[in-house]
């Protein structure tokens, strides 16, 4: 009589190669630490056991992310030849189109970015992404709220997130908080980011512009054009913020403006969103993408 | 009486990397319809590879082998063959049942036919309580009783026996003695090899024996043993006489 | 076509009480049911995950499957010794190597349907929904593919132990993924030896990325045309003929080795 097998004579091999595969990833990938953490952090099982291979696994998830959000449709790389038959037939089977998930589809690309955000924790533009989902396709900013304390327990120095929780305060009407996020954001800037980068810098006058905002709701024109002026400085492109400046130094007042253009101003969006001045035409017709709202402000000035 | 096999001058090379060895020399053998054939030799004289190449196994190198006149090349010429290896392993996750239906299967047999003869032979080799559990549960005897069974399941006009007594009881032994005479009687030519020499005595019609991969010896089994000499010591007495050399 | 027929059927009684396959329905039912607890923000109706790394795994686990079935079927015959009273009947070795691909091929595609089912009432149990045209053809293309990978597998293990053939295939299938569809992208940065090394596994491997719709199934892109799908199916019927007829031809001379036990 023979023996019974007890396992298939294949699982324990293959078993164990993905068990030595793991362990030789991760201690491949074992590099120095976060230099910015003064604060030791609570760490997970997951993340003592990967140690830092987790940061690949979790960009991984944040490409698959991506891939949702273009709706299965990947990245067209240059190609040496195209005139295969095979490529020809890969063409109409692969999804090709140019295409976003839009509504409440967005929702399917939340457990990529869950996943992303549990196997790298540091990875803060995960977060980020995450709330921006959470707050503007599917009109839930307390979970975005959730993921963003998330966040901030997670990297308590990233300036980016009480940025963007200061943003969705604005739009609970907690202006006090705001305000104070703001503050914190700023005092942590640039974080573990470049000073000098490009983003950086447009993340900072972002923040100095909604420090503004909520200064001249309040009434007090000077520290808001005082950081106004700063923000030209820092960015002498900024056209708006420029037209701005040079409307408030003439005398104009916008403390009088409605909560809905505030939440607009404050959206910290590049684009010059027009606001009806003293001279303008009450008929003109407002220059906007086609996604927006598209509502006649009367102003009277 | 017509030949069940012929075998003419049969040569077998096997060639290996640095060397080739003859397994088989110009083998010359002929057995007749409804005999019992003992096919005798040492290890290694060629008594398996000649049953590998009746059985369409390996190819030869030269000559000719023949089963009832078939060219042992054409897979038609196993129709009317049934073959019990010399250790009988099968499939232990099939029951003996279904091992001799599937069989019973690959012969062509129609499955109403079929299930009559399983239950037959399943009684002859004394499975038929065992019938319905896996292989993989049997006995060493239990194994070669129903590697019989798959062999007669198409009622063979040839039975090809490599070693059928090998590991058995003396019990075990019996029951091949008597299913051997059973096929005699029945007309059937049985065609097997064996190291119980004692038993080739008691059941077989002709013999040969085989030595370096050529018939030393071969005839009716009461011609060839003198009398009040045994086989054994026959057989000894022939391959002893046998010149030394290697082959190939 | 009864000979090949019965062979095939041992393969599959081997195969469900070898209990390997309920091994890797147990191990998709527990990865789906993992999914399933996921609480994705407490909203409701995210599916494509779940449709998405289960297809992915359904996929996974039926490569697993052919490889492991289709490759141990002719080395264990030879190894077990159960080859020669297999001969000794009416059977060709051009019936013994088909009879073990149609075995191997037909449990696997058995058992990818099992999978597809299971991840099909997951996403349904979920609230999703999954177009049944699409799904079906790619359905229609997994099957195909995996007779491509167990005749693949066969072929391979004419000629070599179970756990040579399985490794060789398992590199050749990752390859044929991984590397074959990715060819024309890297030939842009490679001349010379490397390129035509490249090359010549473009036309050497199989495409199976042209069997992969579970992008489309996922995210929805509806069904593809009727003559692209033939125009697939048909490329790897003649790739299966292909690998059979290698199998055919490595293993109707060979001479079986003798001895111990393997």
């Avoid at chain 3, 099992?114 to 293309?141: C, S």
Wanted: net charge positive; aromatic share 10%.
């Amino acid at each position: 009589m023979k023996p019974k097998r007890k396992y298939g004579d294949w699982v324990l091999p293959i078993g164990a190669a993905l068990l030595l595969w793991g362990v030789a990833f991760s201690m491949a990938c074992r590099l120095e630490g976060n230099r910015f953490v003064s604060v030791p952090i609570e760490q997970s099982f997951l993340e003592r056991v990967l140690g830092v291979s987790r940061v690949a696994f979790g960009q991984t998830f944040f490409e698959q992310a991506d891939l949702y959000f273009h709706q299965g449709v990947g990245y067209v790389r240059q190609q040496a030849f195209t005139n295969s038959v095979f490529i020809r037939a890969y063409e109409v089977i692969r999804p090709s189109a140019h295409a976003h998930t839009t509504g409440y589809t967005v929702s399917e690309i939340l457990p990529w970015l869950q996943f992303t955000t549990r196997m790298d924790p540091k990875n803060v533009t995960a977060y980020l992404t995450t709330a921006y989902w959470l707050r503007s396709a599917l009109r839930r900013p307390d979970l975005a709220e959730q993921v963003l304390l998330e966040a901030q327990r997670k990297n308590p120095y990233d300036y980016r997130v009480y940025n963007e929780r200061a943003r969705i305060a604005f739009q609970r009407r907690d202006d006090s908080r705001a305000a104070r996020l703001l503050d914190a954001a700023l005092k942590v800037w640039p974080s573990n980011e470049d000073p000098e980068d490009e983003q950086t810098l447009l993340d900072l006058s972002v923040i100095l512009s909604r420090q503004a905002i909520l200064y001249e709701m309040k009434g007090e024109r000077d520290a808001a054009l005082a950081l106004f002026r700063k923000v030209v400085e820092l960015r002498p492109g900024n056209v708006a913020v420029a037209r701005r400046v040079e409307a408030m130094e003439q005398g104009m007042d916008y403390s009088h403006l409605d909560r809905k253009t505030w939440d607009i101003l404050f959206g910290g969006t590049d684009k010059p969103v027009h606001v009806c001045g003293e001279g303008d035409d009450h008929d003109h017709d407002h220059d906007h993408d086609h996604n927006h709202d598209c509502e006649h402000h009367h102003h009277d000035i | 009486m017509a030949a069940a096999i012929e075998i003419k001058d049969l040569s077998v090379v096997f060639r290996a990397r640095r060397s080739s060895v003859a397994a088989l020399q110009q083998l010359s053998l002929s057995v007749a319809e409804g005999t019992v054939f003992g096919f005798l030799g040492p290890n290694g004289a060629g008594k398996t590879t000649t049953m590998h190449v009746l059985l369409g196994f390996i190819e030869f190198t030269a000559g000719s082998a023949s089963i009832f006149g078939v060219d042992v090349r054409e897979s038609i010429a196993r129709r009317r063959i049934g073959y019990l290896p010399e250790h009988p392993e099968t499939y232990p996750f099939l029951t003996g049942r279904e091992l001799l239906m599937m069989a019973g299967r690959l012969f062509g047999m129609k499955r109403g036919a079929l299930r009559a003869r399983v239950g037959e032979l399943l009684r002859e080799v004394d499975l038929e309580d065992s019938a319905d559990r896996r292989i993989g549960t049997y006995s060493r005897g239990m194994m070669q009783r129903i590697g019989l069974a798959q062999a007669l399941i198409n009622d063979p006009d040839l039975v090809i026996l490599d070693e059928p007594t090998g590991g058995l009881d003396p019990l075990g032994r019996m029951k091949v003695r008597e299913i051997i005479a059973k096929l005699r009687a029945a007309g059937k030519t049985v065609f097997f090899s064996s190291h119980e020499l004692s038993e080739v005595e008691l059941v077989c019609d002709h013999l040969a024996i085989v030595s370096r991969g050529r018939v030393v010896a071969q005839g009716r089994a009461t011609e060839l043993v003198s009398q009040g000499e045994s086989l054994e010591k026959y057989f000894l007495r022939v391959i002893q006489h046998e010149p030394a050399g290697r082959v190939g | 076509m009864m000979r090949v027929l019965t062979l095939s059927r041992v393969v599959w009684l081997e195969m469900i009480r070898r209990k390997d396959l309920y091994v890797l329905l147990i191990l998709l039912v527990t990865l789906l049911f993992v999914l399933l607890s996921l609480n994705i923000f407490g909203l409701g109706g995210v599916v494509r995950y779940v449709a998405d790394v289960g297809l992915l795994f359904a996929w996974l686990f039926a490569i697993i499957l052919g490889v492991s079935t289709a490759g141990r079927q002719l080395p264990q015959e030879e190894a077990k010794r159960t080859i020669y009273p297999l001969l000794a009947k009416p059977v060709t070795r051009a019936d013994v190597v088909l009879g073990k691909w149609l075995g191997s091929w037909t449990i696997t595609v058995s058992c990818t349907a099992l999978f597809y089912l299971l991840v099909v009432g997951v996403v349904l149990l979920r609230g999703g929904g999954i177009q049944p045209v699409t799904l079906a053809q790619g359905f229609v293309l997994h099957a195909v593919a995996m007779g491509i990978v167990t005749a693949l597998t066969v072929a391979i293990s004419t000629r070599m132990t179970y756990g040579a053939a399985a490794s060789v295939a398992y590199i050749l299938i990752a390859g044929a993924f991984s590397i074959a569809s990715r060819v024309p992208e890297l030939l842009v940065h490679e001349e010379g030896f490397v390129a035509r090394g490249l090359l010549a596994l473009y036309y050497g491997l199989p495409h199976l990325e042209l069997f992969d719709l579970r992008q489309r199934i996922v995210h929805e892109w509806g069904a593809i045309p009727c003559r692209t799908l033939l125009f697939v199916a048909m490329y790897g019927v003649v790739w299966v003929l292909f690998l059979l007829l290698l199998a055919w031809m490595g293993y109707r001379r060979k001479r079986f080795k003798r001895g111990a036990l393997g």
